[in-house]
């Protein structure tokens, strides 16, 4: 299962699929219940930075050129 969840990304009509474990005690829901939108806080994303300089390569400087 890890496999999966870590092995992306993945699309789906060029769109991203966001990936997570369900809990044990997930409701599918009935007619009568509401069930809420969840909202994601953070998300991981894959950035290729092509020849950026190895110098760059400290967390200092990546925080400044992706935020």
Known sequence: ???VLF???YF???RPL?????PHFFNFGNDDEVISNEEL???VVWVKLRNLPLELW?????????S
């Open 1 to 3: 299962m890890n496999h």
């Open 7 to 9: 092995a992306g990304p």
């Open 12 to 14: 789906i009509f060029q």
């Open 18 to 22: 966001l990936l997570k474990v369900m």
């Open 41 to 43: 806080s953070k998300i």
């Open 58 to 66: 400290n967390p200092q400087a990546l925080g400044k050129i992706l």
